[in-house]
């Protein structure tokens, strides 16, 4: 174990000594905030959209330790909603995410909006990485942003006409025309295929040379999936790169509107693909939350394990295509037999691989089978000693270092102005988990550590996750050694599905049974967060409920979306062999990315 790598993360406590407003006060007693008290408990404030960027302006850089991470922006449809819970809302919601890692506080701004006038001022020249979450806020919703530097299309293709999570959108196919593509529309969708570098900002020449533009995807293996980067190159150098994101995209949020709660939790398995019953975790989590049920400790000692099963699971592919992205092939094969290991034991658990769809509101689908001791026991004994046959064929090799030691780095301060989290802000040497930082659903009664890097480079983002498979067993092997007795669901009427085992019993018990399973439960109105740390850095799921058995808005925060949009800074002045050790070191999953 590279000891090095290796850091215990101090307790860290969410700072809440006095409301946030009386320190804005302080500094401008004439901004008006009005609070709004929500179920999970983050200070939420509505202010007037003409003081939004005052307001942001103070907490980002006037306050003592402000905030510096811009960690979401979205917006609500408001118009047929029945439950607002605000007096405040009107046609349009635009919400404003916000966290201080230093004190450990989160802050959520809304702003309204109505249909007349869906106009803000933008706050990209505050927080860098807003500019994407910007462009996709006027993609979904057609809410224009002033002073935007770039502000089109980012995940419907540029033809599209609408804006797709407005309620008055159809959200099945069978709902539209059906689809033709006559010749005069294939020539306005052949025309708007066309890349025109100075829509994008770049140039086409400098005082001494012409630069060239190399396009890179979106069927690429380098570029792990379907994406697209156009490279704009002096020689050999990159000097600029535009990330071309949207080809995977799927509608999964328009999908929550029209699910129940209970049959959209396999949806949830395919925003990561690769993370599984991870996906899972905060969605159930925050339906949870807005019905006040309580996890039994036997389930979320169930969920613990399997979510660290598949941090494994999606950390040993990272690791292999990552050494086969720089020229070693040979890892992968030996990784992947490691992984059928794995997914052989959640086959036994879940009876499916990859898209298990394990988690329920209100615990796991079925509890563990006999014999799942022995299972997990022979493999917490055979992946650390594998483990250290990698370090010596992979991390140990001069090649590898050579390509990936000093490449690809960024800082600290950096990685937090463009949203990264994760393994790629701990390699920074940041030390943030929030598993230790805000412990959730049981995490504050296991012991393990936090592996940080120092230089931020493409070596430290995979040691990062190399010592994080290690410490992973620890938590596995934790919840194998004090497994909990007792139910593995809770006896909540809003459980989903409910006990059985009394419906063949009587028609009492028959018939809320087959509502609750087709028709879903019927969740109090509401509005919740909630994060987990993910396998590639904190996924969140902001939920709305109208008090139906279906969401009224389901928001999907993504790592792997922040973490794209931060190419252009850290790609420039690399050589496009430089690049691909980039894209391989961040660890991203295009599903993650374009939902």
């Known amino acids: 174990m590279a000891a090095s790598f290796l850091h215990k ?94 004190r450990n506080r989160d802050v959520r701004i809304k702003v309204a909006l109505c249909t007349s006038d869906k106009s803000l001022d933008s706050i990209s020249s505050i927080w860098p990485n807003a500019n994407w979450y910007e462009r996709e806020v ?150 949870e939350k807005l019905a006040g049920i309580t996890v039994p400790d036997r389930a979320k000692t169930i969920r613990i394990m399997t979510a660290e099963m598949f ?41 499916a691989r990859m898209h298990p769809s394990y988690f329920r509101i209100g615990g796991v689908a079925q509890d563990l089978p006999k014999g799942w001791h022995s299972l997990v026991r022979e493999y917490v004994n055979y992946l650390p000693k594998r483990l250290d046959e990698y370090e010596k064929m992979v991390m140990q090799n001069s090649l590898l270092k050579a390509r990936t030691v000093g490449v690809g780095a960024y800082s600290s301060s950096e990685a937090i102005e463009w949203g990264v989290t994760g393994p790629g802000l701990r390699a920074t040497g940041y030390s943030w988990d929030l598993r230790k930082q805000r412990p959730y659903a049981g995490y504050d009664q296991f012991d393990f550590e936090v592996p940080v890097g120092h230089n931020g480079d493409c070596y ?10 290690r410490q992973s067993i620890r938590i596995i092997e934790q919840c194998l050694n004090n497994m909990p007795e007792g139910p593995y669901k809770a006896e909540h009427p809003q459980t989903t599905p409910p006990d059985k085992s009394k419906t063949m019993m009587d028609i009492d018990s028959l018939i809320p049974h087959f509502v609750n399973v087709s028709w879903g439960p019927v969740i109090p109105a509401g509005e919740v967060s909630v994060s987990v740390e993910a396998t590639k850095g904190i996924m969140a799921y902001h939920l709305i409920s109208d008090g139906s058995t279906m969401s009224y808005r389901t928001r999907i925060r993504t790592p792997s979306f922040a973490h794209l949009q931060m190419l252009p800074l850290i790609s420039q002045g690399q050589m496009v062999a430089d690049l691909i050790a980039t894209l391989g070191s961040i660890d991203y999953v295009m599903a993650d990315v374009d939902r």
């Not at 302080?26 to 003081?51: M, R, S």
């Not at 005052?54 to 047929?80: K, P, Q, S, Y």
């Not at 890892?331 to 036994?348: N, Q």
């Open 9 to 102: 993360s101090k307790e860290w406590q969410v700072q809440a000594p006095f409301p946030l407003i009386d320190e804005i006060h302080a500094i401008n007693a004439d901004l008006k905030l009005e609070q709004q008290v929500l179920i999970d408990a983050i200070e939420t404030y509505w202010i007037d959209k003409k003081h939004l960027v005052m307001l942001m302006h103070i907490l980002r850089f006037e306050l003592m330790h402000g905030f510096d991470l811009c960690f979401d922006l979205t917006a609500v449809d408001e118009r047929v909603r029945e439950n607002k819970l605000a007096s405040q809302v009107q046609d349009f919601t635009v919400i404003y995410h916000l966290r201080s890692y230093f």
């Open 138 to 287: 006027w993609d979904m919703f057609g809410i224009t942003f002033n002073d935007h530097p770039h502000l089109t299309r980012i995940l419907m293709p540029p033809t599209w006409i609408g804006h797709p999570l407005l309620k008055d959108h159809p959200a099945r196919a069978t709902e539209m025309e059906p689809f033709t593509l006559p010749d005069s529309q294939q020539d306005i969708e052949q025309e708007a295929l066309q890349f025109k570098p100075e829509e994008w900002g770049m140039k086409r020449q400098s005082k001494t040379s012409d630069f060239s533009f190399l396009n890179l995807g979106p069927n690429h293996p380098s570029v792990h999936g379907a994406f697209r980067i156009v490279l704009q190159m002096e020689g050999e150098e990159i000097i600029d790169c535009v990330p071309d994101i949207g080809y995977h995209h799927r509608g999964a949020e328009k999908m929550g509107e029209r699910q129940s709660w209970h049959s959209y939790i396999p949806y949830t398995d395919r925003i990561d693909y690769l993370g599984g019953v991870m996906n899972n975790f905060p969605y159930v989590m925050a339906v």
């Open 311 to 351: 941090r494994i699971l999606s950390h040993l592919l990272f690791y292999g295509t990552f050494a086969q992205d720089v020229g070693a092939l040979s890892p992968i094969f030996y990784m992947f037999v490691d992984r059928e290991k794995l997914f052989a034991i959640v086959e036994a658990f879940t009876g």
């Open 460 to 469: 430290d983002r995979c040691m990062v996750r190399v010592e994080e498979m």
